[in-house]
T-cell receptor
């Protein structure tokens, strides 16, 4: 069975500050992990993915995430927040050949001017 | 070209009615999904199809019936709509199981 826990349903950071969104996973098979972003009234857009290659994954819009097996974590970071980063962020897990992707409950990112 | 498209985008209907949501993907993917997003933004998988075959039915009431006429389409029909069915429904597709999913824009269903 697989699951994802996102710590913090709301995170606020100042514009220009570091963004850190936390995600811990549980998986009985080697996981594939994703971060998605959802802007208001829109669908989900893939930010980045980990599929057992490099543990540090770079994505779109300056985001990156690091897979840490020992900590079962896949935290999302961005060095400098921009107002346009305000959105809902979802961490998700699946496994090779798996038939479903399990999502965390989401973290709303607020950017303070 | 929209990769995964859903229609309609908004759907307002009365309790007891039957409605359908259509989904099409032009990515050549083999796997398609329906997800339900509730008012707290929680995303829960409802169904997973692979090459037109139902793979996963996540304890969804049998008032919900997906249909896949071909691997590019996965429609969702809902009978006897209830207030609790109000949510945003997302269609998604992936190249295969275990790959990233591409999502449609969602259908906001409101049952009154």
């Amino acid at each position: 069975a697989q699951s994802v826990t996102q710590l913090g349903s709301h995170v606020s950071v100042s514009e220009g500050a570091l963004v850190l969104l936390r995600c811990n996973y549980s998986s009985s098979v080697p996981p594939y992990l994703f971060w998605y972003v959802q802007y208001p009234n829109q669908g989900l857009q893939l930010l980045l993915k980990y599929t057992s290659a490099a543990t540090l994954v770079k994505g779109i819009n300056g985001f990156e995430a690091e897979f840490k097996k020992s900590e079962t974590s896949f935290h999302l970071t961005k060095p400098s927040a921009h107002m346009s980063d305000a959105a809902e962020y979802f961490c998700a897990v699946t496994g090779k050949g798996d038939d479903k992707i399990i999502f965390g409950k989401g973290t709303r990112l607020h950017i303070l001017p | 070209d929209t990769a995964v498209s859903q229609t309609p985008k908004y759907l307002v209907t009365q309790m007891g009615n039957d409605k359908s949501i259509k989904c099409e993907q032009n990515l050549g993917h083999d796997t398609m999904y329906w997800y339900k997003q509730d008012s707290k933004k929680f995303l829960k998988i409802m169904f997973s199809y692979n090459n037109k075959e139902l793979i996963i039915n996540e304890t969804v009431p049998n008032r919900f019936s997906p249909k896949s006429p071909d691997k590019a389409h996965l429609n969702l029909h809902i009978n006897s709509l209830e207030l609790g069915d109000s949510a945003v429904y997302f269609c998604a597709s992936s190249r295969q199981g275990g790959a990233e999913a591409f999502f449609g824009q969602g259908t906001r269903l409101t049952v009154v």
